[in-house]
């Protein structure tokens, strides 16, 4: 009255393809989570007033014009959150690409992320004082969800690995 092999690793399968789907689910919360904070604020009190979002596609008539490394940033956080979606879905070497390839692209997000002020010079040749500040919550809070994004999936790219 045992259990055959085959009906164990099935069992042991179907745990760990349910954990990692929740841990890809929650790394792609955790993304969009990054990808909404880029409505808070870019840069601290002292310098310039506005969002991420704001200073990416030029939303406000404010004399700067659409910055291409920030909306390139945003398009890699974005398509990171969503392959995050994928994860549990495969297995084996499937589930290892598509968990690279969300951490990569999520890594690389955060990263780009706090390299707002750096891009932000590069595109406005002429900045104004208050380039000394600090960067904003926005900036921070965004990169900070992206590295922990990068955790979960991560994690359940190497649960859904396992195989059969």
């Not at 880029?38 to 007033?49: I, M, T």
């Not at 690279?100 to 932000?120: E, H």
């Not at 904003?136 to 690995?161: D, E, H, N, P």
């Amino acid at each position: 009255m045992g259990y055959s092999y085959h009906r164990l690793s099935k069992e042991i399968y179907m745990k760990t393809r349910n954990v990692s789907k929740i841990l890809g689910l929650l790394a792609f919360v955790l993304g969009v989570i990054s990808v909404l904070l880029w409505f808070g604020p870019a840069f601290d009190s002292d310098g310039q007033p506005g969002s991420l979002f704001q200073f990416a596609f030029a939303i406000e008539d404010r004399g700067y014009e659409a910055n291409p490394y920030l909306i390139i940033a945003f398009a890699i956080l974005v398509l990171g959150s969503l392959s995050c979606l994928g994860i549990g879905s495969f297995k084996g070497k499937g589930a290892i690409t598509l968990g690279v390839i969300s951490v990569l692209l999520l890594l690389a997000g955060g990263v780009l992320t706090l390299l707002v002020k750096t891009f932000f010079m590069l595109n406005n040749p002429n900045p104004t004082p208050w380039t000394d500040g600090g960067l904003g919550t926005g900036t921070i809070c965004s990169a900070v969800f992206a590295f922990i994004g990068v955790i979960f999936a991560f994690l359940g790219s190497r649960s859904a690995s396992h195989k059969e």
